[in-house]
């Protein structure tokens, strides 16, 4: 695998590229989540990035599970069957509720 190139000011650095597929990111947490985060990773015997990359991954699941079901949704709405009217909107709001009929 060949060295990438990144460049600071005038200065260049050969940095070797990641055989493996994970990227290291950087978190700001509050302490208190922190110490909180390791007691539990400990406790469940994982790692703190698998237990960070699980978590990430349901809120991606969930969000496409929410996007495809929107979508369907709208698919429906946009193909419903005729009820009869042809699209065509042949009443008024006072026809549906019966206003001023003494009810």
Known sequence: MSPCVT?????LFYVKQSTTRNQNVTLS???SLLRQFRVYAAEQNKSMSSL???AI???????????????KY????????????G???TWTR??????????
């Open 57 to 71: 991954r349901k809120l991606v699941d969930e969000n496409d599970t929410s996007k495809r079901a929107m979508q």
């Open 7 to 11: 460049g600071s000011r005038a200065t």
């Open 52 to 54: 960070a990359a699980e």
């Open 74 to 85: 709208l698919e429906r709405i946009r193909n419903a069957p005729d009820r009869g009217t």
């Open 94 to 103: 006072e026809e549906i509720h019966q206003r001023g009929k003494g009810f």
């Open 29 to 31: 947490l509050p302490v």
């Open 87 to 89: 699209g065509k909107i």
